[in-house]
């Protein structure tokens, strides 16, 4: 007997901070915006729609076809959703190592 493969939903592992922040930076590392909005959309939902919604003053409609696959959220509502998930963005030079330095 075949078992039917199942789709796997990304949303069930992202339980904490943690997670949700290396799920995150990971999407930025790839520089992909569609993909950074969509991994945006599967962290809101993990965390609760309506309570983004709530929290952004955004509708669950919107946000669900701003984080779609063929969504195309604006810098505003990309922002106001980072911002409700507790998600920091820093902006650093290309090429430059943090200088850490042991006294």
């Known amino acids: 007997m075949i078992d039917e493969p199942t789709t796997y939903d990304p ?6 901070k943690e997670s ?5 930076a990971e999407a930025f590392e790839t520089g992909d915006a569609g993909y950074i909005a969509h991994a945006l ?11 983004i919604a709530r929290e952004t003053g955004l509708s669950r409609e ?3 076809r701003s984080f779609s696959d063929d969504g195309n959220p604006t810098l505003r509502t990309t922002l106001a959703v980072m911002k409700a998930l507790g998600i920091e963005v820093t902006a650093k030079p290309q090429g430059i190592t943090p200088n850490i330095c042991e006294n």
């Open 11 to 16: 949303a069930v592992a992202l339980v904490d």
């Open 20 to 24: 949700i922040a290396l799920f995150m």
């Open 41 to 51: 959309g599967v962290v809101a939902r993990a965390r609760g729609m309506s309570e």
């Open 62 to 64: 919107q946000l669900y």
